[in-house]
T-cell receptor, first 114, second 110 residues
Framework: KAGVTQTPRYLIKTRGQQVTLSCSPI?????VSWYQQTPGQGLQFLFE???????NKGNFPGRFSGRQFSNSRSEMNVSTLELGDSALYLC?????????????FGPGTRLTVL | SQQGEEDPQALSIQEGENATMNCSYK?????LQWYRQNSGRGLVHLIL?????REKHSGRLRVTLDTSKKSSSLLITASRAADTASYFC??????????FGQGTTLQVKP
């Protein structure tokens, strides 16, 4: 099976712009989670989607949003970008319906905000 | 929140030696997972141990779990330079929200 794919891999934006990142989970996986990783804050949970519904949410402002499509692909959007949004954004998919399963991570999208 | 705290923060050993990393957490869990992150292969799931298990093996990895002490350990035997990475323990409960700590940075010197 192909792994989790994320596009684009690298992105440069300027403050105030918005950005959309895409994640394709492993075939058959219905849960997709998003994380932000920065040197200062480490890995932080953004949100999780299961069957097109947001099931869990982290402590991020409303500028960060996401959605999941019927084929389980997911997108996250960040509006009104700030310098502090520069980070590696990781997407992970999980195959089980419950909460107790390992997550498989994609390579990430490196976002730089200038 | 269910976050693991890894100890030590950094560990440096010679190739061939064993590496032991510890993890403590504060709430009740359903399982505990260990992940590894390095620049070459990204963030990778290593092993999952359920709350009713005490020990689990996978190749050169051995994980223990003591729910009474709310602690876990990861042992890597016969370490290799390729084991150089950050290791995270992630306790998980009844939500799909994984909270990562700062991890243990392991350096294996050839």
């Amino acid at each position: 099976k192909a792994g989790v794919t994320q596009t684009p891999r690298y992105l440069i934006k300027t403050r105030g712009q918005q950005v959309t990142l895409s994640c394709s989970p492993i075939s058959g996986h219905r849960s997709v989670s998003w994380y932000q990783q920065t040197p200062g804050q480490g890995l932080q949970f953004l949100f999780e989607y299961f069957s097109e519904t947001q099931r869990n949410k982290g402590n991020f402002p409303g500028r960060f949003s996401g959605r999941q499509f019927s084929n389980s692909r997911s997108e996250m959007n960040v509006s009104t970008l700030e310098l502090g949004d520069s980070a590696l954004y990781l997407c992970a998919s999980s195959g089980g319906q419950g909460y107790y399963n390992e997550q498989f991570f994609g390579p990430g999208t490196r976002l730089t905000v200038l | 929140s269910q976050q693991g705290e890894e100890d030590p923060q950094a560990l440096s050993i010679q190739e061939g030696e064993n590496a032991t990393m510890n993890c403590s957490y504060k709430t009740s869990i359903n399982n505990l997972q260990w992940y590894r992150q390095n620049s070459g292969r990204g963030l990778v799931h290593l092993i999952l141990i359920r709350s009713n298990e005490r020990e689990k093996h996978s190749g050169r990895l051995r994980v223990t779990l003591d729910t009474s002490k709310k602690s876990s350990s990861l042992l890597i035997t016969a370490s290799r330079a390729a084991d150089t990475a950050s290791y995270f323990c992630v306790p998980s409960g009844n939500t799909g929200k994984l909270i990562f700590g700062q991890g243990t940075t392991l350096q294996v010197k050839p």
